[in-house]
């Protein structure tokens, strides 16, 4: 069975900075397509960060301050958050799905974590 299990979330202040985990088991990290998805309260799911391969794309909110990458023998992906902002407040997710190139809709994943909780203040 496929698990992705997210670690690394909490509460900081502005300005803070995160490195979340995914943890894949039963799917290997590399040459499939990874997203970090983040879901605030009353909004929908938005996609902030995909990676494939040694491509990465980024949401503009989140340009510049987000650094996704992975780690093959680690079999994890990660996401480094700095000069996080209140509006960063979410509960984040990591997904997967094989692809052949990067894909940059959430909607397309089909295997999700449980998620992991972000509060800036």
């Known amino acids: 069975d496929v698990q992705l299990v997210e670690s690394g979330g909490g509460s900081v202040e502005a300005g803070g900075s995160l490195t979340l985990s995914c943890a894949a088991s039963g799917y290997t990290v590399a040459d499939n397509c990874w997203a970090w998805v983040r879901q605030a309260p009353g909004k929908d799911r938005e996609g902030v960060s995909y990676l494939y391969r040694d491509s990465t794309y980024y949401d503009d909110s989140v340009s510049g301050r987000f650094t996704i990458y992975q780690d093959i023998a680690k079999n994890t992906v990660y996401l480094r958050m700095n000069s996080l902002k209140p509006d960063d407040t979410a509960m984040y997710y990591c997904?997967?799905?094989?692809?052949?190139?990067?894909?940059?809709?959430?909607?397309?994943?089909?295997?999700w974590g449980q998620g992991t909780q972000v509060t800036v203040s």
């Open positions: 997904a997967a799905r094989a692809c052949g190139g990067l894909t940059l809709f959430h909607g397309l994943y089909n295997y």
